[in-house]
């Protein structure tokens, strides 16, 4: 039976629930959208939410106070006062403080000289775009989850990328020696399947299965326990027993096209025989590695993400890389791809965290008042918008919005490191070619909620350390523990406060639909989720997961903070989706081209979605500069 709000524990105050009442953005006429409360809450016994962004809970990523005047403009093309000259001149303005607006500006030092003077305007209350440090206190001990971006995929950096890894004091060996933390497989459970009643009738947990990785004994029993159709569950087993090759008689070539036109779900049906409730239940399990569906992805295309096909084509293992939930070779910080912001930062601006380098900087906590001095050459503006960059003789000008304010600076050169689809609205005057180019770039929008529990008894009675969620907001969820490095320790045998990170896309209403219009849908549902609908959706999923195992959800739950990316993963190209470019002619190429003193870096120049991409844009947008 479904639960009301309050046995789920709605009314538990796990967080200090303060709105912030914006009256700067008042000011302008732009009100926080109704619902949209923002959850700045005060983290226990920790720092202070109201200095050290990286302990606040409730809603976070795109949080309301961040996005109301890029829309306004990008949306109903809102006309802002004239703005006021600072009396501020830099050498470089980076619009966006993400990865790559921080490495650009590190790179611009290296290039121009370390006296540069560089202002970098983000629109966050903290830096880092994607990559963001969720840090609790509420337990007593320091925990650490990842906000976005968490993978180090060191197999695929550049020479460069390597480089500036070692310049910041990162070593891949040192991270992976006290890396235990396994994408759902770690050293004290497997992963599982978390049918939920709500969708399914009734909760069902399934132990030690995966779709990934099927199960290795006992396979049949698992899926008996499925709550579907039973000519469902059959054809699953069916599906996982096979190794004939489907495609027995058809060339490489024949195969290769077929595999690039057919959607991953629909080979499934078609050439896995399974039934449509069967393929549907996949749906979710490349949204995290894709943030697209397996209906709107290719077979070819899923090759590469570990789901199982290859036994279809007479391999003893399911997948490409062996059908793990593994999650490749990739390394990792305890707070992830934050650390590579925060090690950035320290470089640019020493006075944030003095003591701190890469063996310590887990525990490091930075001195956000440190951030924007006027002495330093290097200067980091929060909460800050930029609506317009032009480009003149003289140089660059930046209008902003700061608190309500509209703001102007000027500078040498200006890097926007933003995402591509607001560049047409903030530099009008670029070629219509270019523009089109940059509004083709529509990122994949991603959910990543991290919600604190008081101990881990009922998981590790359950022996679990992750849980594929087919019916569910969030397709997965992850047991954060076992990333022990950079003076940081949560070991698996720890019983106490531990994370789980929920993992998730939302799924567009019509995925029949091109595949942008379906992101556009996903961000629009997105937005109008309050913290309330997250905070339901979570305590529904723990109870009738661990529940039965002595979890109360009333009472184990001590803090929650949704990462919500309404732009998330950056635009990469789909076989089932977009043509193939010649060479210099995709959107990406055309969307980067350098305009005057104006260069453009952001993973969106790569059309991939990886910090090292960010990095490497990052470098040729500081190249290009004159
Ligand atoms: C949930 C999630 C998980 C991910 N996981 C991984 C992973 O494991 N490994 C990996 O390699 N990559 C991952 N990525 C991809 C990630 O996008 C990149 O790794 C990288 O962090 C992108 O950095 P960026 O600087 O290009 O963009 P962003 O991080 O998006 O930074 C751009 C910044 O510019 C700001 N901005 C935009 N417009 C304006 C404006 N007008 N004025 C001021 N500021 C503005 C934005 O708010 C943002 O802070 C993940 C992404 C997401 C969302």
New binding site residues.
């Given amino acids: 039976m479904k639960k009301n709000d309050r046995l789920l524990g709605m009314d538990r105050d796990i967080t200090r629930r303060d709105f912030i009442h914006d009256l700067s953005l008042a000011s302008l006429g732009l009100a926080l959208p109704a619902g949209t409360a923002a959850h700045a809450a005060d983290s226990g016994s920790g720092p202070s939410a109201a200095g050290y962004p990286p302990v606040r809970t409730g809603m976070r990523g795109?949080h309301p106070g961040?996005f109301e005047?890029?829309h306004a403009l990008a949306r109903e093309g809102k006309a802002f006062p004239a703005p006021t000259d600072l009396d501020e001149s830099y050498d470089l303005v980076v619009?966006?403080?993400?990865?790559?607006?921080?490495?650009a500006a590190y790179y611009y030092r290296r290039r121009f000289g370390p006296d540069s003077r560089i202002l970098i305007?983000?629109?966050?209350d903290d830096?880092?775009?994607?990559?963001k440090r969720n840090e609790f206190h509420q337990g007593g001990r320091m925990r650490l989850s990842?906000?976005?971006?968490?993978?180090?995929?060191y197999p695929y950096f550049s020479e460069e990328v390597n480089e500036l890894m070692a310049e910041l004091g990162v070593n891949i060996d040192t991270l992976l020696e006290g890396y235990h933390f396994r994408y759902g497989s770690g050293p004290k459970g497997e992963h599982a399947m978390f049918f939920d009643a709500e969708t399914f009738g009734r909760d069902v947990l399934v132990q030690d299965f995966s779709f990934r990785a099927g199960r290795e004994t006992d396979l049949d029993h698992a899926i008996d326990r499925f709550p579907i159709s039973e000519a469902s569950r059959e054809s699953l087993k069916a599906f996982y027993a096979r190794r004939d090759n489907v495609f027995a008689g058809k060339s490489e070539s024949e195969v290769k096209a077929l595999l690039k036109r057919i959607s991953y779900t629909d080979f499934l049906k078609q050439y896995g025989g399974l039934t449509d409730e069967a393929a549907n239940l996949f749906i979710r399990v490349t949204h995290?590695y894709a943030g697209v569906g397996a209906d709107s992805l290719s077979a070819a295309e899923c090759i590469g993400a570990s789901v199982p096909i290859m036994h279809l084509f007479g391999s003893p293992n399911l997948s490409g890389s062996g059908a793990t939930d593994a999650g490749g070779d990739?390394a990792m910080f305890p707070d992830?791809?934050a650390s590579i912001a925060r090690l950035l930062v320290r470089a640019l601006i020493p006075a944030v965290a003095p003591g701190a380098d890469a063996s310590n900087l887990a525990l490091a906590q930075f001195d956000y008042s440190k951030l924007d001095e006027p002495d330093s050459p290097v200067r980091l503006r929060l909460e800050?918008?930029?609506?317009n960059v032009t480009d003149g003789q003289a140089g660059t000008s930046v209008t902003?919005v700061n608190d309500g304010r509209v703001l102007r600076v000027n500078a040498k050169h200006t890097i926007l490191?933003?995402?591509h689809v607001?560049i047409p609205h903030?530099c009008p005057d670029l070629p219509e070619e270019q523009k089109a180019a940059q509004k083709y770039q529509v990122?994949r929008p991603?959910?990543?909620t991290n919600v604190l529990l008081r101990d881990s008894k009922a998981i590790d009675k359950l022996e679990l350390s992750g849980a594929y969620c087919p019916g569910r907001l969030h397709g997965a969820v992850w047991v954060v523990k076992g990333v022990d490095t950079m003076g940081y320790r949560h070991d698996w045998d720890d019983a106490g406060t531990v994370p789980v990170m929920f993992?998730g896309s939302v799924t567009p209403p019509d995925s029949s639909v091109p595949v942008k219009e379906q992101h556009r849908a996903s961000r629009a549902a997105l937005l109008a989720m309050t913290f309330e609908d997250f905070e339901r959706e979570v305590r529904t999923v723990l109870d009738g997961m661990l529940g039965p195992a002595g979890f109360d959800v009333r009472e184990d739950i001590l803090a929650i903070t949704v990462?919500r990316?309404s732009?998330?993963?950056?635009y990469g190209y789909l076989d089932l989706w977009d043509p193939e470019w010649p060479k210099g002619e995709a959107p990406h190429e055309i969307a980067k081209k350098p305009f005057g003193n104006i260069t453009i870096?952001?993973?969106?120049a790569g059309a991939e979605?990886?910090?090292?991409?960010?990095i490497d844009?990052?470098r040729r947008a500081v190249g290009e500069l004159d």
């Fill in positions: 795109s961040a005047v890029a619009v966006g403080g993400g990865i790559s607006g921080l490495a305007l983000e629109n966050h830096f880092g775009g994607h990559a990842w906000g976005g971006t968490m993978n180090l995929e995290g990739v992830g791809n800050s918008t930029v609506i902003y490191a933003c995402y607001i903030l990122k991603l959910l990543v993992w990462n990316w732009h998330g993963y950056a870096a952001n993973s969106d979605a990886y910090t090292h991409v960010a844009e990052a």
